[in-house]
């Protein structure tokens, strides 16, 4: 590991190209979102293993449900198999899992399972790994502002802040693009303030330890000023 590395305290990816990296396998795009399971594992397990302390992934967007009925069938059942295997393991391993979006529309048992999982994991003190399912950054910052109202708050960037699906968590310091894209999609529009945009060609499911020192390699080299002067 370099040692200049700078480890940021949160990361978060929109994981893509999933779709594209099955396509140039002649593969279902299904069999790509398979992969892309796969490699949300990795990264979870080198973010922990780096110090990282908090780590968020866009899984499901209130855009996605315009896809095709057998691939949002197919995601939904994979988010299911991840929280009845994977999560159940991290949740011993002291992870603090958290969801980000409206679990409501989701089938009902796939709900109460990350229902489950989020209370069960709710006083865990290891990394965070926090996941946007349904998730959408104007819907959450709408559902922010509608609680500050109905609240008689007066509607303030704290108020918001402190209605996030992400309250008490830190802001990103570093939002991954991958697959080519450069857009955020509607990922943390909020949160992604002053966060450091790194975009690279990789497809999510190629994603691995390589690639993830590659993106903190480029963080390293940038100057954050949040406004001031250096
Ligand atoms: C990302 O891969 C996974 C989700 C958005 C759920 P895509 O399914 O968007 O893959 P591409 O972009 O079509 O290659
Ligand atoms: C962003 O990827 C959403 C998720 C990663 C869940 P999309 O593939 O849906 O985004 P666009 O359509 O390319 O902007
Ligand atoms: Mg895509």
Redesign the pocket.
């Known amino acids: 590991m370099p040692e200049d590395l700078k480890i940021p305290t949160h990361i978060a990816f929109i994981?893509?190209?999933?779709?594209?990296?099955a396509?140039r396998r002649l593969m279902p795009?299904k069999y790509?979102?398979k992969m892309?399971v796969e490699a949300l594992k990795r990264v979870i397990a080198v973010c922990e293993k780096l110090g990282i302390k908090e780590v968020s992934f866009y899984?499901?967007?209130t855009e996605?449900w315009s896809r095709p009925q057998d691939e949002i069938d197919a995601?939904l059942a994979m988010i299911k198999k991840f929280a009845d295997e994977e999560m159940k393991e991290y949740v011993d391993k002291n992870y603090r899992i958290r969801f980000m979006g409206e679990l409501h529309r989701l089938p009902e048992e796939t709900q109460k399972a990350l229902e489950n999982i989020a209370r069960a994991a709710a006083n865990n003190t290891g990394i965070v790994v926090n996941i946007g399912i349904n998730y959408g950054g104007r819907d959450e910052i709408a559902r922010a502002a509608q609680k500050a109202a109905s609240a008689a708050q007066p509607v303030t960037v704290e108020a918001i802040s402190a209605r996030l699906d992400t309250a008490g968590m830190s802001d990103p310091d570093v939002i991954v693009r991958c697959?080519g894209e450069k857009r955020l999609s509607n990922f943390m529009l909020w949160q992604c303030a002053y966060a450091e945009l790194v975009f690279v060609d990789d497809?999510?499911p190629d994603f691995n330890e390589e690639t993830i020192v590659r993106i903190l390699k480029e963080y390293s080299g940038r100057e954050r000023r949040f406004g001031g002067l250096k």
């Not at 994981?15 to 990296?21: F, I, K, T």
Request: hydrophobic fraction near 40%; aromatic fraction near 20%.
């Open positions: 994981m893509d190209g999933n779709g594209r990296w396509k795009r790509g979102h892309g899984a499901f967007s996605n995601l697959a497809f999510w």
